[in-house]
């Protein structure tokens, strides 16, 4: 089964929509992509398997395109950007956070998903945006996931997923997602995460680096199943 990754800066926002009508988009070894070994060799063919692509779409968030801020990520330049498609027509509709990331989960601008505010944070509350905006307007079922898990996908989020969405709401998986893995409380170190609805908490152990966490369970969902029937989406 072939393994289609494509890659979303916030900056220049490609919807994961807009990915499953370009078959061609952004090609590479996750292996290169997630920095984690050979995964994409050995797939074994068999009539019965789903033809249809596997999905992994990585979004990296604060990384202007035009002042070169990728370039603190060699790698991902390397094996995604380099070997990839750029959007260069793009134009985001609405260049925040909240509401971006809501168009990327739901392929709606922002004047039709309502979510208009980036929310959640005491600072900066905003009760048009975050996570709970996102619930009430019911978006959290039309999600590229939702759709996809009633297409027979199997589908999983590893990472952020909305402003406001923290350590309260651990306990809440949105619809459409098998596997949740959603950061509550961000940071590097002493962070929380919703284990699939369980609230777990991390400190500031070496292991309990965020980022490689997350790697490693981005990672344990492409092994376990790659090699399953149904097509994923991580
Ligand atoms: C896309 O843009 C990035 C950053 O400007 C650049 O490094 C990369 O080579 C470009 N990729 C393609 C395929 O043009
Ligand atoms: C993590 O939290 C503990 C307990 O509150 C604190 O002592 C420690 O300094 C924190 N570590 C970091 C890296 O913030």
Redesign the pocket.
């Known amino acids: 089964m072939r393994t289609l990754i494509t890659l979303g800066l916030l900056a220049v926002l490609i919807s994961a929509a807009a990915a499953l009508e370009q078959p061609g988009l952004l090609r590479a070894d996750a292996a290169a992509a997630l920095g984690a070994g050979e995964l994409s060799g050995g797939r074994k063919h068999n009539d019965e398997q789903d033809k249809r692509p596997n999905i992994i779409f990585i979004l990296t968030d604060d990384q202007d395109?035009?002042m070169?801020g990728?370039w603190h990520m060699p790698k991902l330049?390397r094996h995604l950007?380099?070997?990839?498609?750029?959007f260069t027509s793009y134009i985001t509709n609405f260049a925040l956070c909240c509401p971006s990331r809501s168009t990327i989960l739901a392929g709606q601008c922002s004047h039709n998903s309502g979510v208009v505010g980036v929310g959640g944070d005491k600072q900066i509350m905003n009760p048009l945006g975050g996570f709970q905006r996102f619930n009430d307007m019911g978006m959290e079922r039309k999600t590229v996931a939702y759709h996809l898990q009633q297409a027979g996908y199997r589908t999983g989020l590893v990472g952020k997923y909305l402003n406001g969405y923290t350590r309260q709401t651990a306990f809440h998986v949105p619809p459409g997602w098998d596997r949740w893995f959603g950061i509550g409380e961000i940071d590097y170190y002493n962070w929380t995460a919703s284990d699939n609805g369980v609230n777990v908490e991390f400190g500031d152990r070496d292991e309990d680096y965020s980022t490689d966490v997350l790697t490693e369970k981005g990672v344990e969902f492409i092994h376990q199943y790659e090699q399953d029937r149904r097509p994923f989406f991580l």
């Open positions: 395109a035009v070169g990728d330049r950007a380099n070997e990839g498609i750029n």
